[in-house]
């Protein structure tokens, strides 16, 4: 029997281990490891493996905490199959981790800020939004919430 699966990948924040988490699934089958590639985000190393402690599921996450902010392709190499099979598939996929994927927008405000900051934006608000979305790391639909045009 052999697998159709598709291999997803996505970055969340994991705030309580202050890192963001790589988050490999498939649609099909189990996910028995991940290996992540990509520079400057391994201490001493290019690459990482992961795989699951418990039972194997369809989606692992993957824990990476960078120590710069810059954009780094990572090529994503996940170990699929069926739950109860001999043999496996490798499935690769390659995205950008974003340039400030460490950076979380503040939901709350402990305390009202004393000053303020005004400004102009002279490009398209969508080239802004868009320009937010991919750095940051934050749905396009989170950027600009409390934008007034004026």
């Known amino acids: 029997?052999?697998?159709?699966?598709?291999?997803?990948?996505?970055?969340?924040?994991?705030?309580?281990?202050?890192?963001?988490?790589?988050?490999?699934?498939?649609?099909?089958?189990?996910?028995?490891?991940?290996?992540?590639?990509?520079?400057?985000?391994?201490?001493?190393s290019e690459s990482a493996f992961y795989?699951?402690?418990?039972?194997?599921?369809d989606s692992l996450a993957c824990p990476i905490k960078t120590e710069k902010d810059v954009a780094t392709e990572l090529k994503v190499s996940a170990i699929v199959g069926l739950s109860m099979a001999d043999n496996f598939q490798v499935h690769d996929i390659t995205f950008t981790l974003p340039k400030f994927a460490m950076y979380l927008p503040v939901r709350e405000i402990p305390q009202r800020p004393q000053g303020s900051?005004?400004?102009?934006?002279?490009?398209?608000?969508?080239?802004?939004?868009?320009?937010?979305?991919?750095?940051?790391?934050?749905?396009?639909?989170?950027?600009l919430n409390n934008y007034q045009a004026s």
């Open 51 to 57: 795989y699951s402690e418990g039972t194997p599921s």
């Open 1 to 44: 029997s052999s697998t159709k699966a598709a291999v997803k990948a996505r970055v969340r924040p994991n705030a309580a281990n202050k890192c963001i988490d790589s988050v490999v699934s498939t649609t099909e089958g189990i996910i028995r490891g991940v290996s992540i590639t990509g520079e400057l985000l391994f201490n001493g």
């Open 117 to 143: 900051v005004t400004g102009k934006l002279t490009d398209r608000v969508s080239r802004f939004q868009l320009w937010v979305s991919n750095s940051f790391s934050v749905p396009p639909s989170e950027v």
